[in-house]
């Protein structure tokens, strides 16, 4: 599967910004999907997954009551919407795809090319 991300910005704290994911080759149904993010000088870090049907969800605590991860089968999308946005929100975001859920970079084989979002305070 093909992984392609979009939406990120620049932003004020505070503010909002919705991150898009399109998937193209396979159907997105078949696969956990999850938002890595990666700081400025920092590791990349999960940020949300969600199941194949949508059911299950599971955040960092970084984000959680903040962000929320989305999806839709139908047309093979998957969303993080985000809100409350911090300058330490700073980071360029992957969406990525594995067979199993998990939170660790290990699952997922497929992986966007990352889109930024900056923070401004």
Do not use: H
């Not at 047309?75 to 980071?91: C, H």
């Not at 998990?102 to 305070?121: D, H, L, R």
């Amino acid at each position: 599967v093909q992984l392609q991300a979009s939406g990120g910005g620049l932003v004020q704290a505070g503010g909002s910004l919705r991150l898009s994911c399109a998937a193209s080759g396979r159907t997105l149904s078949r696969y956990v999907m999850a938002w890595f993010r990666q700081a400025p000088g920092k590791e990349r870090e999960f940020a949300a997954v969600i199941s194949r049907s949508g059911n299950s969800v599971d955040y960092a605590d970084s984000v959680k009551g903040r962000f929320t991860i989305s999806r839709d089968n139908a047309k093979n999308t998957v969303s993080l919407q985000m809100a409350t946005l911090k300058p330490e929100d700073t980071a360029v975001y992957y969406c990525a795809a594995a067979l199993f859920y998990g939170t660790v970079e290990p699952y997922y084989g497929y992986w966007g090319q990352g889109t930024q979002v900056t923070v401004s305070s």
